[in-house]
């Protein structure tokens, strides 16, 4: 289907491009000495805060699509927003709703995976990230589908726990490890079923890379959950208690893969004829380990082992794709993208950032949907990150991001372009305010360059963000500073960068301004109107 803009009467678009710049994680903070946005020296975006045609969108909760105003943002359904002109119910929020009215339990893929266990003899696994940060996972969802399980007879059930400390606080991995042992043991006591945690290791370490940017990390939770091969606990506490012990400065994110072991033996190897169900429901992290469980011809790492199970995952991780071939609550559907209105316009555009967040301008930003829109006039473009603590090289790759995007602004060829800065997110997770204020100051830096661009090539520069994080690197209780490693729940900016403006627009007297009213923006700014059932555009012409 076609899809069609119309023209916008009384305004003519600028000479040049637009440029659409994502500052990810950098959102408008309590402007003291624990926001790093304001601490650092960002002389560029200082001047853009007091600009006339700067406001503060709403990143977070509602505005995005999850569940309560209490819910952080993140880049996944901020993307979706800033794309899709309007917001959809998103994968926290969709998972409550299957888990409260039972659609999840009556859905036919729970039910063979309930059967396959039952049929074999075999073992319920679930791996995923054990927390209520609500960004990947929700503890909740686990316990309901555990406690369902023991509902329904299935007696051996193991939990490969992933550690969070990231979006939540850097060292709580115990909270929820114990939480998680008392509804195991309260099943083992009634029922007298056999429920144990398994296996476990940091998020950052173990299972959750994405973008292919370290296959190594799934290599380590496939070598644990599947071949019991990590380092042997006697439960998944005293794995914790000593990693703590022996190196006092790290954090969950970032420990070592465990196995939890009885005699020597692992307690819960994944084996044929088990069922597993990686109950993340965000996608960017749970794409590679699905492709380990489901792919013949896999060749990112030696598999050792590769066991016949029923793999689902809580969600369907790509659409275009289609990974995992099972999962259990169906996802958005998210049509009718800005750039897909674009291309059917015929409005040439690239994309670009580096591995770590590659496919949010693409995959997310489009939908949920990999690959492009329209080759012929698209282009996207990725920077393969380091791999390597971003705490030790905070400038990530954003210098390279600027100088190939300014490259790409001069050559004439595009009238729209969209990037991602991914140091505001990526270092603001260390929790390491040294670097996430080195950070920030890069990408200061790198905008004043983009922009310095734009303004050669008479186009409009479109500067915001996703989601906080950097904004707020440490909370303080009883005097103590406590790192603060996960995302904010405050304001982004919005800016519009436009040398040649003469009043022709202003920024509109919205209510609730969210990421979902850039979308239509982008349309004005390029010379179109608003899609009718797109959220309004921020701007108002005189």
Not at 21 to 37: N, P, T
Not at 97 to 102: H, L, T, V, W, Y
Not at 163 to 172: I, N, W
Not at 453 to 461: S, T, W
């Amino acid at each position: 289907m076609k899809l069609e803009l119309k023209k916008l009467e009384g305004f003519t678009p600028r000479k040049g491009p637009l440029l659409l710049i994502i500052m990810d994680g950098m959102g408008l903070g309590k402007r003291d000495e624990s926001d790093a946005v304001y601490v650092a020296n960002t002389p560029c975006l200082d001047s853009l805060f007091k600009s006339e045609l700067f406001t503060s969108l709403r990143a977070h909760g509602t505005a995005v699509g999850l569940p309560s105003d209490e819910d952080m943002g993140n880049s996944e359904v901020g993307h979706n927003a800033l794309g899709a002109g309007r917001v959809f119910v998103q994968g926290a929020k969709r998972v409550n709703e299957a888990i409260k009215d039972g659609s999840i339990f009556d859905g036919r893929e729970w039910h063979k995976l309930v059967e396959r266990v039952k049929g074999t003899g075999g073992t319920f696994h679930f791996i995923g990230l054990l927390s209520d940060g609500n960004v990947h996972s929700h503890i909740d969802h686990l316990f309901a589908m555990v406690n369902r399980l023991a509902e329904e007879g299935v007696r051996r059930v193991r939990i490969h726990a992933l550690l969070d400390g990231r979006d939540v606080h850097e060292r709580s991995a115990l909270t929820y490890i114990d939480r998680t042992e008392e509804v195991l043991g309260r099943i083992r006591s009634e029922k007298g079923y056999d429920y144990m945690i398994a296996s476990g290791g940091g998020r950052m370490v173990t299972t959750m890379d994405r973008y292919n940017a370290d296959w190594n990390v799934v290599k380590r939770g496939w070598d644990a959950h599947v071949l019991g091969g990590a380092r042997q606990f006697s439960s998944a506490r005293e794995a914790v208690e000593t990693y703590y012990k022996e190196d006092p400065r790290i954090t969950d994110q970032y420990m070592d893969s465990f196995v939890v072991a009885e005699n020597g033996e692992p307690v819960g190897r994944i084996e044929d004829g088990d069922s597993v169900v990686l109950f993340n429901f965000r996608g960017d992290r749970a794409i590679e380990i699905s492709r380990a469980f489901e792919e013949k011809d896999f060749s990112e790492f030696d598999r050792g082992r590769h066991p016949e199970v029923l793999y689902a995952g809580m969600m369907e991780y790509d659409g275009d794709l289609h990974i995992p071939a099972q999962f259990l609550v169906d996802p958005p559907e998210i049509d009718r993208t800005v750039c897909e209105y674009l291309c059917s316009a015929g409005i040439r555009m690239f994309a670009i950032s580096e591995t770590q967040k590659y496919g949010h301008v693409t995959y997310f930003w489009n939908g949920n949907k990999s690959g492009y829109i329209c080759k012929d006039i698209e282009e996207y473009i990725e920077i393969p990150s380091d791999k390597i603590e971003f705490d030790k090289a905070p400038a990530m790759k954003a210098p390279e991001i600027t100088e190939k995007t300014v490259e790409l602004l001069k050559s004439g060829k595009f009238r729209f372009g969209r990037l991602n800065f991914a140091n505001g997110d990526m270092v603001g997770h260390t929790a390491v305010p040294k670097a996430i204020i080195k950070g920030v100051e890069t990408v200061d830096s790198c905008v004043q360059r983009l922009l310095d661009a734009i303004k050669e090539l008479e186009g409009i520069a479109i500067i915001t963000a996703d989601h906080g994080n950097s904004d707020e690197m440490f909370t303080v209780k009883e005097g103590k500073r406590i790192p603060k490693t996960a995302h904010t729940l405050n304001p982004v900016p919005f800016i519009i960068y436009d040398p040649q403006y003469a009043g022709e627009y202003r920024m509109a007297d919205l209510f609730g301004r969210g990421l979902s009213n850039v979308a239509g923006t982008i349309l004005n700014l390029l010379g179109f109107e608003n899609v009718e059932d797109y959220d309004p555009s921020l701007i108002a012409f005189s």
